[in-house]
């Protein structure tokens, strides 16, 4: 008797035996809402972004943040770059910060990208894995990219696992200000 109908391979750990040597794991697409009565307290994000600010876990708060996870070389996040910095520009008159985290580059690198592709909102510096372990348990430490929507309290409103779809992205942003 034998239990090997029980164990049946996800597209992420398929990903990950692949052998591809893309470095990362790509998100299933997959796009979770969480009701607010049912979230879980705020992240308690502490890190420094690439300009040399120090954000902390009352900067998080009052304001709807998104929080998007990268790194440059990450195929899926050069497509969404211009998607996120549109957003960006559409939702920061509503109070809206967007927030990058890299996950893996050299300040110049991370510069060059943003400068590539018009990224005009910072990001933090996270190759300790800080913000990270601040969001253990929303993302997966190797499902890149991944972004996050914080609600006013800074609890995680919404979460897209993989390449946003800008149309999605906005709704979910837009749910968060409406609360």
Not at 131 to 138: D, E, I, K, R, W
Not at 139 to 155: E, F, N, W
Request: net charge negative; aromatic share 6%; glycine share 8%.
């Amino acid at each position: 008797m034998g239990l090997s109908g029980c164990a049946q391979e996800d597209a992420l750990a398929q990903q990950a035996k692949a052998g591809d040597n893309k470095n990362y794991v790509a998100g299933d697409g997959s796009v979770t809402e969480f009701a607010a009565a049912d979230r879980a307290p705020a992240v308690e994000i502490n890190g420094k972004l690439f300009t040399g600010t120090t954000i902390a876990p009352s900067d998080l708060q009052g304001q709807v943040t998104v929080l998007n996870f990268w790194f440059a070389a990450c195929a899926p996040c050069r497509v969404e770059a211009p998607q996120l910095e549109a957003l960006h520009q559409e939702f920061k008159d509503q109070g809206v910060q967007f927030l990058g985290v890299n996950l893996r580059d050299e300040k110049a690198t991370a510069e060059a990208f943003e400068k590539s592709f018009n990224v005009t909102y910072p990001s933090f510096d996270d190759k300790d894995g800080s913000v990270l372990l601040a969001v253990s348990g929303m993302v997966p430490p190797g499902a890149v990219p991944t972004t996050l929507v914080l609600d006013k309290q800074g609890r995680v409103a919404s979460r897209v696992l993989g390449e946003i779809q800008t149309g999605t992205l906005k709704a979910l942003i837009t749910a968060a200000v409406a609360e």
